[in-house]
């Protein structure tokens, strides 16, 4: 087991040059430049509510839009928590976390399994929250789930404001995670009949 818990990635390509250093036993602080303010607010959401710690740069072509950036930091995010978490042995493994927003109801259950999967169902009644394409919240969670190697359940219950609606998935998101990444004292080894995860 990692005993700090912590990774760092460096991810340069052509379209984006990336920093990040996450903790999942944190104190729930960011430290967040992604150059995508609506990302970045999710992010300083989903870092609070986890209890985590992130610190992210982000370089990237939102010239163009902001597609590469956002599914490039799911992409660091993912390896960062997969790395950090190590053998995952002593850890709940599952998660589960309801979060009422407003007029919106999200949920997000997720499962440590080494197995990707990615099932959305959010239906957001605007294409954009400002500047931002609502389309990339699911390219953002499928990267993160794919390269996390995690099974993550997103459901938006019901909203009709989508920045409501989104931002009850990254808090969710982070509180699930968070229980999820937790050592119950009960659990000896892995948290599976296979003998790893």
């Given at each position: 087991?990692?005993?700090?818990?912590?990774?760092?990635?460096?991810?340069?390509?052509?379209?984006?040059?990336?920093?990040?250093?996450?903790?999942?036993?944190?104190?729930?602080?960011?430290?967040?430049?992604?150059?995508?303010?609506?990302?970045?607010?999710?992010?300083?959401?989903?870092?609070?509510?986890?209890?985590?710690?992130?610190?992210?740069?982000?370089?990237?072509d939102t010239e163009i839009d902001d597609h590469h950036t956002t599914e490039d930091i799911g992409i660091c995010l993912g390896q960062a928590?997969?790395?950090?978490?190590?053998?995952?042995?002593?850890?709940?493994?599952?998660?589960?976390?309801?979060?009422?927003?407003?007029?919106?109801?999200?949920?997000?259950?997720?499962?440590?399994?080494?197995?990707?999967?990615?099932?959305?169902?959010?239906?957001?009644?605007?294409?954009?929250?400002?500047?931002?394409?609502?389309?990339?919240?699911?390219?953002?969670?499928?990267?993160?789930?794919?390269?996390?190697?995690?099974?993550?359940?997103?459901?938006?219950?019901?909203?009709?404001?989508?920045?409501?609606?989104?931002?009850?998935?990254?808090?969710?998101?982070?509180?699930?995670?968070?229980?999820?990444?937790?050592?119950d004292p009960r659990v000896k080894g892995v948290p599976s009949t296979k003998g790893m995860l």
């Open positions: 087991m990692n005993e700090q818990r912590q990774a760092i990635i460096d991810r340069k390509t052509n379209e984006t040059d990336i920093s990040l250093s996450f903790n999942v036993d944190g104190n729930g602080d960011a430290d967040l430049n992604t150059g995508v303010p609506f990302l970045t607010h999710m992010l300083d959401l989903f870092t609070k509510h986890g209890h985590f710690d992130l610190n992210l740069k982000a370089d990237g928590l997969r790395e950090a978490l190590g053998d995952k042995k002593g850890i709940k493994r599952y998660g589960n976390a309801f979060v009422p927003m407003d007029e919106a109801l999200a949920q997000v259950v997720v499962d440590l399994s080494n197995r990707p999967h990615l099932e959305f169902r959010a239906e957001f009644p605007s294409g954009r929250v400002g500047s931002f394409d609502t389309e990339l919240v699911h390219e953002f969670l499928w990267k993160l789930a794919l390269e996390a190697r995690i099974n993550l359940h997103v459901i938006v219950h019901y909203g009709h404001n989508t920045h409501h609606m989104i931002e009850g998935v990254f808090k969710a998101l982070g509180r699930a995670l968070d229980e999820a990444t937790q050592i």
